[in-house]
């Protein structure tokens, strides 16, 4: 009888020990989950942090094009066709 609860009394602890592990690792699973999601957040506002930035270069690099730089002349031109063709096409929808 002794040696049926000394087996019992060691699967107790077995089981006891398996569920405090399993609970250790269910926070150390939601911990990394908020730390994956915090990290996707930081991603995406530095992603769009490096839009902005390239943005504000292509205008500059239009800028300095303008202003008779001769580096990006052609580009310069281009955004400007490409504008011109912007407004001719509200002129042509307002004229509708």
């Known amino acids: 009888m002794s040696s049926t609860l000394k087996i019992v009394d060691s699967l107790e602890n077995r089981v006891s020990k398996m569920l405090h592990r399993l609970e250790v690792?269910?926070?150390k699973n939601q911990q990394l989950h908020q730390e994956l999601a915090n990290s996707k957040e930081e991603t995406q506002r530095l992603h769009q942090e490096i839009s902005q930035?390239?943005?504000k270069y292509?205008?500059?690099k239009i800028a300095n094009s303008m202003l008779g730089s001769d580096n990006n002349k052609?580009?310069?031109k281009l955004?400007?066709?490409t504008l011109i063709r912007q407004i001719d096409h509200c002129i042509a929808q307002l004229a509708e």
């Open 74 to 76: 052609k580009e310069a």
């Open 53 to 55: 930035w390239e943005e």
């Open 79 to 81: 955004k400007i066709n």
């Open 58 to 60: 292509n205008t500059l």
């Open 25 to 27: 690792l269910e926070q």
